[in-house]
């Protein structure tokens, strides 16, 4: 016969992960993995040159703006290769991609948007 209380006798199994386990160590872990994800990225090198030229009252903002500029005074060239090839020209004005970019001696010129002029 069996006895009424063996089907009512509860027993608590261990549990083996515990929720009062200390996190500690995969803490430790982690730190460590992040430094060394820091360590190892690319560094961002998206620079964009400024050119603020006192002496020719020149301003560039863009990669190769302005860039051969000799002599050519009060231009303003806002994008990449942007009056890239001017060299003596002034009173220039252009923004966008390659806006006057083969300019080399022209005057007072207005270029906007990609290959203007």
Known sequence: MISYDSFMKTTTLPIKHSL???RCPLALLF???VLVCFALAPSNDAQ???ICDS????TAVGDSALIRNTTGANNTAIGFNVLE????GGGNT???FNALGLNTFGNSNTA???YAL
């Open 20 to 22: 009062n386990r200390s």
């Open 31 to 33: 730190i460590p993995f």
């Open 48 to 50: 964009c040159p400024q």
């Open 55 to 58: 002496t020719y009252q020149n």
């Open 85 to 88: 090839f001017n060299t003596t």
């Open 94 to 96: 252009a923004t966008g």
């Open 112 to 114: 906007n948007g990609r």
